[in-house]
């Protein structure tokens, strides 16, 4: 693809040595035209390859200094709209080698010999869910803790989860969520006329977060967890789900309900386990409630006044758990459309986790072969990078519009491409439309597409597809029309 975006990407960077900066460059290129290949395979050579690999050993590049830039581009993109989701979640990254491990990598649970990292990642979506790209990400390495010689009696666990639960929250891994709203705060405070909404699933369902000062143009769209006191409730309803099932129902709506993968593999949370695709057609309310502190936290925090929106599944598959969610929202709830509008922002949240997939997945993270964390984590920051480009592509291609595939591919690469799917047919004189150029890609991918299919390639399909991509303009630019060989002058009718 032009390198142009690159350029764009990178325009900030600082890795104090300007030729480490053009490396940057270099790898990023390298990996984004081709990001489901190993690195050696993606830089095409020896000498690249070593020298990828240098880079990522030496200490100036460093995982917060190359994805700084990005966060820069990022913020560029947002001030560009009125609405903008911050999407906060977090995957694990399994590193776990048969032989040998990973150098600085930390358990990913109690009990289970993986290794590896945890990504916290807050993503900038748009609505329609293109992605704009990260705003701030935190990597999470736990400790090694002593085994200990006999095994906890349910008293004892029991004892150390309510001391893990009066821990002051800056002592807690869940620290992490009020620190991304608190990035998004500082966003929201220099871009006034975008209004942010970060929307967490219900991991970030945390008091501290609710009781966070905000500026106006932030607001917080959280999944309740945990059935929280309200204030002014009778003994019948007392609580939140209570309180706002007791409410009248607003209206009815369906929507698809996604099938789902935990992002955690030890987790054993119903919520976050397996589910099957399907619509769902549920039923909505929508009240304010004052919301009190936990017991441990009343002498420090006042309660808290927030909208919920009940949305529920009256009548599930068989064998399919209802859908129910209880959102909490600073966002307002006067009008029908508005509580649809915050459904609507919520079921977008699933964009982050097509982010992990593709970044995993897609780019295979977890396959890299790195003996040390140090020098895994500056290749994580770049195929961050990589991982968004791949996903926004496959979003934007969504757009009907007559918006031109030169925004994202230049000549030689959407030509070579329009020859090589439509051999008998003569180059445009005007360059296909983003939609059309993205079908192309996903059909090279494999990809089947037909004149009735009317949804779109996937991350999968569209990564294989940008290899050959690649391919075919080095050698349109090469053999083709426009190049400058001994033969140019025979290749007009190419």
């Known amino acids: 693809m032009s390198i142009d975006w690159i350029e764009n990407e990178l325009k900030n960077v600082d890795l104090e040595d300007k030729r480490l900066n053009e490396r940057l460059a270099d790898v990023l290129a390298a990996l984004s035209e081709r990001p489901n290949l190993s690195i050696p395979a993606a830089c095409g050579g020896h000498t690249e390859t070593i020298a990828a690999y240098r880079f990522f050993d030496n200490k100036k590049s460093t995982f917060d200094k190359i994805i700084r830039p990005h966060y820069q581009a990022t913020e560029r993109r947002i001030a560009q709209h009125e609405v903008v989701l911050c999407v906060q979640d977090t995957s694990e990254i399994d590193l776990t080698k048969p032989q040998q491990d990973v150098q600085g990598a930390g358990p990913l649970g109690e009990g289970d010999h993986r290794r590896g990292a945890f990504l916290h990642l807050l993503e900038a979506f748009l609505p329609s869910g293109v992605p704009l790209g990260a705003i701030w990400s935190k990597i999470l390495i736990r400790e090694d803790k002593e085994p200990q010689e006999t095994p906890p009696t349910p008293q004892e666990k029991k004892r150390q989860q309510n001391l893990r639960y009066m821990q002051p929250i800056t002592e807690k891994e869940s620290i992490r969520w009020l620190e ?59 609580s939140i789900r209570s309180a706002v099932s007791a409410c009248p129902v607003l209206g009815t709506s369906s929507v698809f309900v996604r099938a789902r993968q935990p992002a955690v593999a030890c987790t054993k949370k119903n919520r976050q386990l397996v589910r099957k695709s399907r619509h769902a057609d549920l039923e909505i309310r929508a009240t304010p409630l004052t919301i009190r502190p936990p017991k441990h936290l009343r002498g420090k925090y006042e309660a808290v006044t927030w909208n919920v929106v009940l949305v529920s599944e009256p009548h599930p598959p068989q064998g399919e758990e209802a859908i129910e969610w209880i959102l909490l929202s600073t966002l307002p709830i006067t009008t029908l459309e508005q509580v649809l509008l915050i459904i609507e922002y919520y079921a977008s949240r699933w964009m982050i986790e097509i982010f992990f997939k593709t970044l995993k997945s897609g780019c295979g993270v977890e396959k890299l072969r790195f003996e040390k964390m140090e020098r ?68 090279l991918g494999g990809w089947v597409s037909s004149p009735n299919r009317e949804d779109m390639p996937g991350p999968q399909t569209v990564w294989i597809g940008l290899q050959r991509v690649r391919d075919f303009a080095w050698a349109w630019k090469t053999f083709g029309p426009d190049s400058h060989g001994p033969d140019s002058q025979n290749k007009k009718n190419v």
């Open 376 to 443: 895994l984590l500056p290749c994580l920051a770049v195929y961050m990078i990589v991982a968004w480009r791949v996903l926004m592509l496959c979003r934007l291609g969504r757009d009907k519009t007559e918006t031109s595939c030169e925004i994202v591919f230049d000549a030689s690469e959407w030509q070579s491409t329009y020859r090589v799917m439509h051999p008998k047919r003569k180059l445009p004189k005007t360059p296909p439309t983003l939609h059309t150029m993205i079908r192309l890609v996903g059909e």
């Open 180 to 238: 991304g709203f608190r990035e998004v705060n500082q966003w929201a405070g220099r871009n006034p006329d975008v209004s942010f909404v970060c929307t967490g699933d219900s991991e970030s369902d945390i008091f501290e977060l609710f009781a966070e000062p905000r500026v106006p143009n932030a607001h917080l769209l959280v999944r309740a967890c945990q059935d929280r006191c309200v204030a002014g409730g009778d003994a019948e309803h007392g």
